[in-house]
């Protein structure tokens, strides 16, 4: 018990003293994170939007898959990336392999379908008669569909979200393909697994307090948005 309290004394130590190698995975988390959600985010939405909105055949099957891809575990992800991208892989003369664009792809493919199916969920709760009502009010097709999208926010807004708390908290995809290299692709998750396993149980708890903070004010926007 006393070298959990001794950790958690350094841990608010190396927090409020700014250790630059704490900072640092903090610092690459949140910018691979901002590459692979703005990537999701511009493919999952009109993706979520037309299996959602739209009435096509084989649209079973697709929401079928997009539904199975939600379960698919981060390892698995980044043992698919880190095949595609290592010097034998397809994309290997790329160089994207232990670089941080290298790991916004895996974490765009475990979003991506979050998004994706989220977004059609909202979609298809929209008002049956929403589509009718623009239309007797002569909406144009970009007003229906601006229309429908707005009506459908507070879902796709909870899409978003979700999807951002899954990438955060993700190790699997940022360990093998980023590989854990210090100040360059270190994220949160990995420094906390390497920290952890060198017995250096401070800088894991300093991460692990970030961490959780982040899921807690995600969960709590969420949370909000739901209620409302």
């Known amino acids: 018990m006393e070298f959990i309290l001794q950790g958690l004394l350094q841990a608010f130590e190396l927090l409020f003293t700014g250790d630059?190698?704490?900072?640092?995975?903090?610092?690459?988390?949140?910018?691979?994170?901002?590459?692979?959600?703005?990537?999701?985010?511009?493919?999952?939405?009109?993706?979520?939007?037309?299996?959602?909105?739209?009435?096509?055949p084989g649209r079973r099957q697709v929401r079928l898959v997009v539904d199975t891809l939600l379960a698919l575990p981060t390892v698995f992800i980044g043992l698919l990336v880190y095949a595609v991208l290592s010097r034998q892989g397809p994309l290997g003369d790329m160089g994207l392999l232990f670089t941080l664009p290298g790991i916004a792809v895996g974490q765009t493919i475990?979003?991506?379908?979050?998004?994706?199916?989220?977004?059609?969920?909202?979609?298809?709760?929209?008002?049956?008669?929403?589509?009718?009502?623009?239309l007797s009010l002569g909406a144009n097709r970009r007003q229906l569909l601006l229309g429908s999208v707005w009506e459908a926010r507070h879902g796709i807004l909870i899409a978003a979200l979700s999807a951002y708390g899954r990438v955060?908290?993700?190790?699997?995809?940022?360990?093998m393909v980023g590989g854990n290299i210090k100040w360059h692709t270190r994220t949160i998750t990995t420094?906390?697994?390497?920290?952890?396993?060198?017995?250096?149980?401070?800088?894991?708890?300093?991460?692990?307090?970030?961490?959780?903070?982040?899921?807690?004010?995600?969960?709590?926007?969420?949370?909000?948005?739901?209620?409302?």
């Open 20 to 56: 630059a190698e704490t900072y640092s995975a903090v610092a690459t988390t949140l910018k691979v994170t901002t590459y692979s959600m703005s990537i999701s985010l511009l493919l999952g939405i009109p993706l979520g939007f037309a299996l959602g909105h739209l009435d096509f």
């Open 191 to 228: 420094a906390i697994a390497l920290e952890t396993n060198k017995g250096l149980f401070s800088m894991g708890i300093a991460l692990g307090l970030i961490l959780l903070l982040i899921a807690f004010a995600v969960t709590a926007a969420v949370s909000m948005l739901r209620r409302r």
């Open 168 to 175: 955060m908290t993700e190790v699997g995809i940022s360990l």
């Open 110 to 134: 475990l979003a991506l379908p979050v998004v994706i199916s989220l977004s059609a969920t909202a979609v298809e709760s929209t008002d049956v008669h929403l589509r009718t009502t623009l």
